[in-house]
């Protein structure tokens, strides 16, 4: 079992940027893929961005790619999301998630055993 925690959320201007983190528990960080999910208030969640074990595949929504980087440190159990030339409707609770499963592309929130608590980003306009 792993637990997620995220952190770096906060209150932004549009145009600027924010780096989330997520820490993982446990000593098997490397072997779950990884994925960040937003939920604005009234949506569902989505998902933003997704990441494989090693780090090698990162893949994005289209509402997101070229402005957001998913990466990881296995070596510190803890997966980034760097969010640049932020917009106000990238407003919304963000978590992170664990896949015991690999991923090859975005994957719905079904496809993940873990979750973290979630962290507020809200951009001003």
């Known amino acids: 079992q792993v637990q997620l925690v995220e952190s770096g959320g906060g209150l932004v201007q549009a145009g600027g940027s924010l780096r989330l983190s997520c820490a993982a528990s446990?000593?098997?960080?490397?072997?779950?893929?990884m994925g960040w999910f937003r939920q604005a208030p009234g949506k569902e969640r989505v998902s933003v961005a997704a990441?494989?074990?090693?780090?090698?595949?990162?893949y994005y929504a289209d509402s997101v790619k070229g402005r957001f980087t998913i990466s990881r440190d296995n070596a510190k159990n803890t997966v980034y999301l760097q969010m640049n030339n932020l917009k106000p409707e990238d407003t919304a609770l963000y978590y992170c998630?664990?896949?015991?499963?690999?991923?090859?592309?975005?994957?719905?929130?079904?496809?993940?055993?873990?979750w973290g608590q979630g962290t507020q980003v809200t951009v001003s306009s």
């Open positions: 998630a664990a896949s015991q499963m690999p991923n090859y592309g975005l994957a719905g929130g079904r496809s993940y055993d873990y």
């Open positions: 990441i494989s074990q090693s780090g090698r595949s990162t």
């Open positions: 446990g000593r098997t960080f490397g072997s779950y893929s």
